[in-house]
């Protein structure tokens, strides 16, 4: 989706940021806030509106002992940089790296620790933001604790964030990872409901992808942090049923493992996939539908629906890991990812309308089955599905819009308001 903005900010500091603000609202402008513009479906767009692309602001403060201040424009690459060779590293972090870190914080942020770690908007403890009104706040739990809430996963309604003060843990520096195959859905979602109940690797996920032989192989890929001496295998991998013949262990330094999705970056750099339409969908459903939801929309998808490097991704969170009040789970003690990364082998517009208008139908499905919705997903969304989405949380995120966006300023693109 191409939307023509009225004008594009290069923001040289937060100020200039407040002061655009204010002006697009004197002159009744939208304002959308981009990063390093992985958005889909024209959500960090602004037709006839202004765009600030904020990647010059990426400057990261020294890093202390349990956290890092940084500006929102910044990458998770570039965060490690600074803090890795200290020994530390944010809880989690999203699958790719080379998002930027206010980009994340406003959808929520996922990846591979937030099976019992919730997502990356948990972890950040305090924000420096740009309301609607153009004012510069910073909010945390103690200070502003309506608004923290409002921005974190709350998709730029209310505030466009400039900076961020993430927490730190110690990281290690390998970890011990497997690939493990199964021969079905069942047996491989049997052992993610294992390795959930108990806390033997850090992080838990799971694919389904395309068998050279037709039909579909399903995999997980589970990592253990290593401390000290390298750890048992076979106490590691006891009582689960996979393949074990096809297992494939590999130790790596933590930033290799971290970084897993560059290959598969520069591979669709190079045969010019990159810059194809990304029809993505990401869903949640509740630990008791995850089976049959997933058994129903193999049954519709062929491997040509995902493209030949896509794949469907179904791993476990435990709810109670996750705490931002915006980001939208099915009320289950265990929920699964269910997303449909698909990868065209053209950018044919036929074929990726058909895409978008089939990511909407499986949403209905999951919709209809309990689950609910990443906002990162490509498919038009109304303003009563986001209501819908939203639930309890709506009401409150209507009132911060009310306190600080009167004016519906900010970040159109996703049409809640």
């Known amino acids: 989706m191409r939307r023509i903005p009225e004008g594009v900010l290069l923001p040289a500091s937060e ?28 959500r960090a767009q602004a037709r006839d509106g202004i765009v600030a692309d904020l990647r010059r602001l990426r400057a990261i403060q020294d890093v202390q002992r349990d956290l890092v201040a940084v500006d929102a424009g910044a990458t998770w690459r570039e965060v490690l940089a600074a803090t890795l060779p200290r020994g530390l590293a944010p809880p989690v972090l999203p699958d790719y790296l080379d998002l930027s ?9 996922v990846g591979g620790r937030t099976r019992g770690f919730g997502v990356v908007s ?27 809430d409002a921005v974190r996963a709350g998709l730029g309604q209310v505030a466009v964030i400039t900076g961020a003060t993430l927490r730190l843990v110690p990281a290690p520096r390998q970890v011990r990872r497997f690939l493990l195959s199964y021969r079905d859905l069942p047996t491989m979602l049997a052992d993610q409901r294992l390795l959930t109940r108990e806390d033997r690797f850090e ?69 010019g996939q990159w810059r194809f339409p990304h029809p993505w969908l990401t869903t949640f459903v509740g630990d008791a539908m995850v089976e049959s939801v997933v ?111 009167p004016g519906h300023v900010l970040t159109p693109g996703y049409e809640v308001f």
């Open 15 to 42: 100020e200039d940021v407040a002061a655009t603000v204010r002006w697009a609202a004197g002159r009744d402008l939208k304002f959308a806030a981009q990063g390093r513009r992985h958005s889909v479906f024209g």
């Open 101 to 109: 870190v206010g980009g994340t914080l406003v959808v929520g942020g």
């Open 122 to 148: 948990d972890h950040v403890l305090e924000l420096r933001v740009v309301t609607g009104r153009g004012e510069i706040l910073t909010c945390s739990p103690d200070r502003h604790r309506r608004l923290f």
């Open 203 to 271: 992080a838990v996920q799971g694919a389904v992808l395309a068998a050279s032989t037709g039909g579909w192989m399903f995999r997980l890929d589970v990592v253990k942090e290593l401390a000290g001496d390298p750890p048992d295998d076979a106490a590691l991998l006891a009582g689960l049923s996979d393949d074990r013949a096809r297992a494939e262990p590999s130790t790596l330094p933590l930033l290799d493992y971290l970084d897993r999705l560059a290959g598969l970056e520069q591979l669709l750099r190079s045969n």
């Open 295 to 405: 058994c129903g929309e193999l049954a519709h998808l062929t491997p040509a629906d995902l493209g030949p490097l896509g794949q469907i991704l179904v791993s476990p969170i435990l709810r109670g890991s996750v705490t931002s009040p915006l980001f939208r789970l099915p009320p289950a003690t265990v929920c699964h990812t269910f997303n449909l990364m698909r990868f065209p082998p053209t950018d044919d517009a036929v074929d990726a309308r058909r895409l978008v208008a089939a990511n909407r139908a499986v949403h209905e499905r999951v919709r209809d089955a309990g689950g609910t919705l990443y906002p990162v997903s490509a498919f038009p969304m109304s303003r009563a599905d986001w209501r819908a989405h939203l639930g309890a949380a709506f009401g409150p995120l209507s009132e911060a819009k009310r306190e600080h966006d």
